[in-house]
């Protein structure tokens, strides 16, 4: 796959959907339009729709318009935010779901990482398949003699399964060639090998995620991956224990849809806070950068939301669009800022507002 793409005058789509999301997409815009003139990268803007609040305005939560511009005008994107019914809604689907599946962005790339001070640092990445597994969103629900039956598909193919290893295969291997350069200025993370662990539960599912493990194992045993990655599998129960109780010996997760999902949330508590978590929805060629954090009704509109996430989202849409050394520097605000630890919000302790964090990551630049 080619992420390599020429970025310099980029065209990025900005959906703040629901709730912070509208506080913390205007930092991302920001620390975009504060990049230094050493790296050549120009961006224009296009505010687009999307949200439960929109379909609750229009009956419409993914317009067409939205889609349309960025298959057509846009490069990549960031996501905000989008709320969630807590019943049954006719006629809703999640946008963000839907963006994944209409733009085959089939990964989700969650990286989470402690500050490199700390005791026992955390620096790992969990490659998430996006595209199937219980999330093709199959279900139904049946009259039976003793009660209501429901029932969902769980889909796992070769085809999706290849490709989400191939694609955690190879953030493997970039940051290993980041960490070697990298060490030649003194040791940059407590890594020394890549290590990507395949997540199933194939005791239990042989054909789902026995398909995917088997699938998974044979893209890492391919020679050009195997003679600089290491390769384990974890079911995924001794999964959530072991990342509690070990963290740090892990690199690389790749794990199907749903395991991937509350993996990923799951590990944001080991760093303090999911406003602080960034991923990126990526296919081959497009990407779009999505703060883990939902939208907070309880906080919206109170300017405290913290943009740390998304600042980072920023950066992870720009490594994979080939722009590794402005995704660096926004890290290196990032890290600065959380190091010193003197203008933090309030969900990390701090008193500052959204802006003020935004602020003083912006003058690290």
Not at 62 to 90: H, I, M, R, W
Not at 185 to 203: A, E, F, L, M, W
Not at 237 to 259: E, H
């Amino acid at each position: 796959m080619n992420f390599q793409q020429l970025f310099s005058d980029q065209r990025l789509g900005l959906i703040p959907g629901d709730g912070i999301g509208r506080e913390v997409i205007p930092a991302g815009r920001q620390i975009l339009e504060a990049l230094p003139s050493r790296f050549n990268l120009k961006f224009s803007f296009v505010d687009l729709k999307a949200g439960f609040d929109h379909f609750k305005e229009t009956g419409d939560a993914l317009p067409d318009k939205t889609l349309e511009t960025l298959q057509k005008e846009c490069n990549g994107a960031l996501f905000g935010a989008v709320g969630s019914p807590t019943v049954s809604t006719p006629g809703y689907s999640s946008p963000i779901v839907k963006l994944r599946k209409k733009l085959d962005l089939y990964a989700n790339v969650r990286p989470v990482k402690s500050l490199a001070t700390t005791t026992s640092p955390i620096d790992l990445v969990i490659v998430r398949e996006n595209t199937e597994d219980l999330y093709v969103k199959e279900e139904s629900t049946t009259e039976t003699p003793s009660g209501l039956s429901a029932s969902a598909t769980k889909r796992i193919t070769e085809h999706a399964s290849r490709r989400i290893a191939t694609m955690a295969a190879d953030i493997a291997q970039r940051r290993q060639r980041v960490r070697d350069t990298q060490q030649n200025n003194g040791p940059s993370s407590h890594h020394t090998q890549s290590v990507v662990t395949v997540t199933h539960k194939s005791n239990v599912l042989p054909q789902t995620d026995g398909l995917f493990r088997k699938t998974c194992l044979s893209v890492l045993s391919q020679p050009h991956y195997a003679k600089n990655i290491a390769a384990e599998e974890q079911i995924v129960d001794s999964m959530f224990y072991k990342l509690y109780r070990q963290p740090s010996a892990y690199d690389v997760i790749v794990a199907p849809n749903l395991y991937g999902d509350l993996l990923s949330d799951a590990a944001a508590a080991l760093v303090g806070s999911l406003g602080v978590v960034p991923s990126a929805n990526v296919g081959d060629g497009f990407a779009i950068g999505e703060p883990c954090h939902g939208s907070a009704p309880d906080i919206a509109g109170q300017g405290i939301a913290n943009p740390i996430a998304t600042l980072r989202s920023v950066a992870c849409m720009l490594e994979f669009s080939g722009e590794e050394e402005a995704a660096g520097a926004i890290n290196a605000a990032v890290e600065r800022n959380l190091g010193e630890a003197k203008v933090l919000s309030p969900d990390m302790g701090g008193k500052a507002s959204t802006q003020e964090v935004t602020e003083d990551v912006l003058k690290r630049l």
